[in-house]
């Protein structure tokens, strides 16, 4: 690894397992000064950085963490895939979702751009996905709405502060190995009658014939955060095995 992010200050956002605590962990092998979060601190035990508990949906825990990190870097990885149709979906799911998806980042954003303006530039990193405005995916109505949200939120940031030094892209993953998805294989493997099956679907609709490794976003946030991309503004980064250019 290199010094890539050396000078910079990152705050991520559910660092505690999958893509967020990837990324923790390559921030801090590339020189950052790393700050993670988790809602369960508990989760964030090994990481060789400052953690503490941040709550996403809560505006004091996130004016808290900003004023502890300062960051220069801000890597907004919470979020929830909520599964079913429309007709599935309740308003308090609904809810939910857009809290957590989207209205998280509208909290951490709002909180980390003065600092961010004070120091004379940064990067925000929010975490889309292949399933929102890229593609539709069966059965992720509440998740694939407020991932498109993402995105419009992440142009809309980006174009208001690129005079200003500020980037912000999105990071639009297909299927990634992580606990949150081995939960919802397991899932569907009840509904299915066998774990085994309920993988084979998952990876079957890869072109690769694999899903994701969660360092390999990790690559790309790393990237996005560094100075390499400093041309890079306001762009939906799909990384998804080829699943939407099928």
Known sequence: MTDRLKGHRALVTAAGQGIGRATAEMFIEEGAEVF?????????????????????????????????????????????????????????????????????????????????????????????????????????????????????????????????????????PGTVESPSWHERVKALGEQMGSYEKALEAFVSRQPMGRVATAREIAALATYLASDESAFTTGHPHVIDGGWSGQ
């Open 36 to 172: 993670a979060t988790d809602r369960d601190a508990d989760l964030l035990a090994g990481l060789d950085c400052q953690t503490f508990r941040m709550d996403v949906r809560d505006d004091a825990s996130v004016a808290e963490g900003v004023a502890t990190a300062r960051p220069t870097v801000l890597f907004n990885c919470a979020g929830f895939v909520h599964h079913g149709t429309v007709q599935d979906a309740t308003d308090d799911e609904w809810e939910m979702g857009f809290d957590l998806n989207v209205r998280s980042m509208f909290r951490t954003i709002r909180a980390t751009l003065p600092i961010m303006l004070e120091e004379g530039g940064g990067s925000i990193i929010n975490m889309s996905s292949a399933c929102s405005s890229v593609i539709g995916a069966p059965n992720r109505f509440i998740y694939g709405t407020t991932k498109a949200a993402v995105i419009g939120l992440t142009k809309s940031v980006a174009v208001d502060y690129v005079k200003r030094g500020i980037r912000c892209n999105a990071i639009c």
